[in-house]
């Protein structure tokens, strides 16, 4: 198991709300896991506590086998890659010195990169499809391309698991599906991936595991067939949305009702 997530409940300082509640969620190896829910209900909460980067006030987090809160940051790191929503870089890096950071967590205290360390980072670069960008400015790159260089940097660092916070949010939608294709790779590849999405068709395309963290601070996990239905999307998203087979595709698909026309003589 790569997560183990027991009863953990986790508040904001200075605030009376629990943005997690007593929360259980488990990841096993090679798994996808969308998790989905309102704004604000507590989704990027939820990967930064998995990722120690925030400590619940109480409940358990076990990262294969190891209590985090017990754990170094180079230990955690060494096994969680982290691929945030936006990324401004402070310095102006090329980005194949951007993804060969990635690389740090498996180097001792004044360890360097190697030629090998080097060399996989182009390589996944190439396997990518952005082996051209490698000595562009990273600053200088679109966003849709420097999504996909934070996910290069995610490979190279070899995690066991790589949480992405909306990694599509800001992408065309060519460029949403290409990162939703990469992150089906990366689970084939012995990833385990966990992804926070605002759109169910997301789940619905990755299908695997899916997770509705909710406004009172619970979760709800399964399979994405048992957990995205319409009754729950429409109770999330307060709309008719509709989940249809489409034939054309041989999948299920959520679908948006049509907007409402304005009937004519109305003021």
């Known amino acids: ?107 001792g205290a004044f360890g360097r990169p190697k030629a090998g360390d080097e060399a996989m980072c182009l390589e996944v670069l190439e396997s990518m499809g952005i082996g051209h960008l490698a000595d562009k400015s990273y600053r200088n790159i679109s966003g849709g391309e420097r999504q996909q260089v934070l996910i290069a940097r995610a490979i190279v660092q070899r995690p066991k698991v790589v949480l992405f916070d909306e990694p599509t949010a800001h992408l065309d939608y060519g460029n949403q599906h290409r990162v939703l294709e990469r992150i089906r790779q990366m689970a084939e590849e012995g990833f385990s991936v966990v992804i926070t999405t605002h759109n169910p068709d997301h789940a619905l395309l990755l299908g695997d595991q899916a997770a509705i963290v909710s406004r009172d601070g619970s979760i709800m996990q399964g399979s994405s067939e048992e957990i995205i239905t319409e009754e729950i999307l429409r109770r999330i998203y307060g709309i008719d949305l509709q989940l249809l087979w489409v034939e054309e595709l041989g999948r299920k698909a959520c679908l948006v009702p049509g907007l409402e026309k304005e009937q004519e003589g109305t003021e």
């Open 1 to 107: 198991m790569i997560y183990e997530i027991k009863q953990v409940t986790f508040s904001y300082p200075g605030s009376d709300r629990k943005v997690l509640d007593r929360a259980d969620l488990t990841l096993s190896e090679g798994r996808i896991l969308c998790i989905l829910g309102p704004n604000g209900a507590g989704k990027t909460t939820l990967l930064n506590c998995m990722a120690g980067l925030l400590q619940p006030q109480s409940g358990q987090i076990s990262l294969c086998g190891r209590a985090l809160e017990t754990m170094k940051e180079k230990d955690i790191a060494r096994l969680v890659g982290y691929v945030p929503q936006l990324h401004t870089p402070a310095f102006d890096y090329r980005v194949l010195d951007f993804v060969l950071m990635g690389r740090s967590p498996q180097m």
